[in-house]
């Protein structure tokens, strides 16, 4: 009996050490995603008012690209191999006409590609350790490394990492959110380690149920995807406004436009964010589920009106808002855009707000 | 894509040109994509014509049109904000009592606006229920509309197919025909709605994304239906059993009992149970030793047919009997004691729970005894007040418990005698005494009789009055039991629900076209195009698997030379360069979201090497 509380003990020692060093190594990833935008500054690219068509002085290099599209004969040929026939997309008329997604944080300078590859390298790496980390403290307590702040905000920025980098991995294009989410993952792990530290223990009979395995860690990645589309959601808030400038014929200021310019267009921002929130959303429709089913057997009602239940369902409804706002005339764009942001801080005050601020039956924070 | 546009004639076009030409792109997009979905459209603020009738009908519109659903579903978030906030009723009394206490100025307020009852308010049930009417009344043509579209063939395709969210041609030397027919095996095979007139095939796919959406907004209902039927027949109870006690269920034997306005006693499922033992087991090291980590009630329980099955009841782990539950919720001790009369007779003997004070189960309790006569016979009424300590630290000076579990039990009690007030029929807190109409026992000195028992103990009451022996301890455990009707309507509701929504989000409806005419060279044109109900990366993916497939049956022959077509291929000869330009972004956007990976690499691959090499370097990863 002791020997075993004190190896679970030196694990739980562990896994700190693991954290912490998950920690050094996102920060070295950050100071990497610096160094990746600062370099990529140097490189001027402005295809957004080329592709506008309204552009002025900045369109040189786009349309020189132009001319030269003719070099390459698609039909060239094609008698006898099977070449695969060429799409034509074009955008429903009346959207703002297709821009080209910028060329991410580096724009195409060597030396800021390069350290954005070391950030995502050493990404990786700190992703192993925040692994090595959670699954070591899970072992130290014999239970799911997720039953109080400590341990959800660990597991949360764990995921959100894993996707990203799990959609690097399936070559969908998101380098570009790089260097807000290792902001993130730092603030949320820099708090989880102070804050929010809770010694390694034991569960209440109420959590001793493999609800919490599907309940919870169904919150947190839903939450991890959640963070992905907000991001995109925030960035094209502000970079739709860009646009729109552009579109105008203004000339934004040159900060704006070198941030800018090395982002995704709008529309792709627009969709990324869209597909995420609404492939979550029957995910998110079932962790609430689940959680009334648990609490059904937990504490003898599936829903009471708890302050963690209100919330989950006004995050549920914010969401479901944000979907029909999309599938509504007038309140696409910014405005269901926004709606996307508020149904992301209700989450965020479910997680955090609630347990910190609210006395219910979810009180398991530790704090 | 209006690089397409732009590449050409950009310079030449006039706004008021554009407009135009806007103008009626989107009208040849709408009218291809007719009826693909059965959302309704947006009507403006229209002010109806006058009359009751006119503006009945104008109301129901609003009602039931997508932004009154939206600002519906906002204010239902809004609205349900502060009842986490401000203490509820039906959460916790106790704590609304004490916000009541606290806030004199607030209250009257709150009661007003019905915030410590915000879930059945007036205004909360006026939002979901306006809601829900709004939902009714969206479904029901939606879902006509739906079978409709079912039962009809898909529309004939659009004048211009270029004009189309995705778009391809080729030259085949293929007959028309053959090209149609080919095309329409292909997508019969895919699963496709297909409809053919005249020079072109009109094929639709994706309908249960439309069956999805109805699917889950009728299960909404459901489950709203589900909810509301449980909390108008649902009733709910405590119990506090002793080891070794039983319990049937009928209302007499709750010590409290709500329900709602609907229930009826005769709505209780017929069992009984009896407490045979009771776990518990404890942290007993680190910062939270003393925490709770298991608890577990033995019972031997009776249904309808009598016979005595053995059970445990665990946190998580109720017992099921008809519509009832039985939850486990509290434990704690109940001491034995034997109260001898002054004449030395049993006047009272058995278990009395205490009720638990902190999280150590330091308790406090009373015994009552009402058959009772003193030392010279005369009726009277006795009754001891006091504390229950599991384990008592002698040297602490604490009263307090120090371990929840039985260590070292103590129990100190005072003792009073005279009218318990039990004879009045009002009810009285089993729990508590009263004692107003009793007088306290004194010592010799005139101090207060007070005495430290352990189990074995006797506490003599002055003058013969008679004597109270502390025989032992039991547990005693406290059982929730819940009546509740429609969970499984919930349930089913809720899974639904999910079902539908996977459908809905996750499956595109789309149309796609393909006509195939003959050229003024003889060789055939085919052209394909497809619409998805949103923008979508795949479409454009699946067309050119779809036309990729097709070019088996109707091969690509080389493009006639650009001069002498002109005249009737005027439209889609001059934008082959654009098409490739295009179909660049195409692969861009594709990328993007990761889905053009399949069908689109090499064409971004040749580009990159001979036209784009920068961008595309900066772009890939
Ligand atoms: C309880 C409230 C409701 C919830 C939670 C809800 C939720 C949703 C969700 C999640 C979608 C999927 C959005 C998408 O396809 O992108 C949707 C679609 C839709 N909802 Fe609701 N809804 C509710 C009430 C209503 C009401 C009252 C109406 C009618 C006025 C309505 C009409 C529609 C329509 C027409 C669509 C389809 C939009 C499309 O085809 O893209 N909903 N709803």
Known sequence: MNIAAATNENLAQISNYLIYSAMAVYALAFIGHIAEWVFGSRSKVARTAAALGRGRGAGAEASASVPEQPAVQVREGGTTTMERPKVVTRSAPGARADVPDGPGAAAGDEQGDMYGRIAISLTTLGFLFHVAGVLTRSFSVQRAPWANMYEFSTAFSMCIVGAYLLLLVLKKKVRWIGLPLITTVLLDLGLATTVLYTESDQLVPALHSYWLWIHVSLAIVCGALFYLGFVATLLYLFRDPYEAKLERGDKPGKFATSVMERLPSAASLDKFAYRINAAVFPFWTFTIVAGAIWAGDAWGRYWGWDPKEVWSFITWVAYACYLHARATVGWKGRKAATLALIAFACFLFNYYGVNIFFNGKHSYSGL | ?621
């Open chain 2, 1 to 621: 894509m209006s690089t397409t546009e732009t590449g050409s004639d950009t310079g030449a076009r006039s706004p008021g040109a554009d407009e135009a030409a806007e103008a009626t792109e989107r009208a040849e997009t709408a009218e291809a994509s007719s009826a693909l979905s059965t959302a309704p459209g947006e009507e403006k603020l229209n002010v109806p014509a006058l009359g009751v009738i006119g503006w009945a009908r104008w109301f129901w519109r609003q009602l039931t049109s997508m932004r009154v659903a939206l600002i519906l579903l906002f204010l239902l978030s809004l609205g349900a904000i502060p009842g986490s906030v401000i203490p509820q009723t039906s959460v916790d009394s106790v704590k609304v009592e004490q916000f009541k206490e606290k806030h004199e100025l607030l209250t009257p307020v709150y009661e007003k606006l019905q915030l410590f009852d915000v879930y059945t308010s007036v205004w909360f049930s006026a939002i979901y229920i306006l809601l829900f009417i709004s939902l009714v009344g969206c479904i029901v043509p939606r879902t006509w509309q739906f079978v409709g579209q079912l039962r009809s063939r898909p529309p004939r395709a659009p004048r211009r197919l270029d004009r189309m969210p995705a778009y391809t041609t080729w030259h085949t030397d293929a007959d028309p025909e053959q090209v149609l027919g080919a095309a329409r095996t292909m997508l019969k095979r895919k699963r496709f709605r297909v409809n053919a007139e005249g020079n072109a095939v009109t094929s639709e796919k994706g309908y249960l994304r439309e069956a999805g959406n109805l699917l889950f907004h009728i299960a909404l209902i459901v489950l709203l239906l589900a909810f509301a039927a449980g909390q108008l027949w649902k009733a709910e109870g405590n119990k506090l059993i002793i080891q070794g006690d039983g319990f049937a269920n009928t209302l007499t034997q709750y010590d409290d009992f709500r329900s709602g306005s609907l229930f009826t006693a005769d709505d209780l499922d017929n069992f009984g149970f009896t407490l045979k033992d009771f776990h518990a087991r404890f942290e007993k090291t680190g910062p939270q030793k003393g925490s709770a980590r298991d608890y577990r009630a033995d019972i031997s329980y009776w249904e309808g047919d009598g016979k005595e099955k053995d059970t445990t009841v665990k946190v998580n782990e109720p017992l099921r009997s008809g519509d009832a539950k039985v939850y486990l919720m509290a434990h704690g001790f109940a001491p034995v004691v034997t109260v001898k009369d002054g004449k030395g007779d049993v006047a009272f003997r058995g278990p009395v729970a205490f009720l638990q004070q902190d999280t150590n189960l330091t308790a406090s309790g009373v015994v009552k005894v009402t058959d009772y006569r003193d030392a010279k016979g005369r009726k009277d009424q006795l009754g001891f007040q006091g504390f229950f300590v599991p384990t008592y630290a002698p040297g602490s000076g604490s009263m307090f418990s120090q371990w929840p579990e039985l260590k070292n039990p103590v129990m100190f009690l005072t003792a009073y005698h005279g009218d318990l007030g039990l004879d009045y029929g009002a009810a009285q807190n089993v729990y508590q005494l009263d004692t107003e109409n009793l007088k306290q026992f004194k010592k010799k000195d005139g101090s207060p009789l007070a005495q430290k028992l352990v189990p074995g103990d006797t506490m003599k009451l002055p003058d013969g009055a008679g004597s109270l022996k502390f025989e032992g301890v039991k547990e005693w455990a406290n059982f929730q039991i819940s009546h509740e009707v429609g969970n499984g309507w919930a349930l089913g509701g809720a899974m639904t629900a999910i079902a539908g929504l996977a459908g809905s989000l996750f499956i595109q409806r789309r149309r796609v076209w393909v006509r195939a005419v003959r050229g003024a060279d003889g060789r055939t044109v085919v052209e394909m195009a497809g619409l998805a109900r949103s923008e979508s990366a795949k479409l454009p993916e699946e067309l050119g698997d779809l036309a990729y497939t097709l070019q088996s049956s109707a091969p690509t022959a080389p493009a006639p030379a650009p001069e002498p077509e002109a005249g009737t291929e005027a439209e889609s000869a001059p934008e082959e360069p654009e098409t490739a330009s295009a179909s660049q972004d195409g692969d861009e956007n594709g990328d993007q979201d990761g889905d053009g990976t399949a069908s689109q690499p090499e064409t971004g691959e040749s580009r990159g090497d001979t036209a784009d090499t920068r961008s595309s370097r900066g772009e890939r990863q």
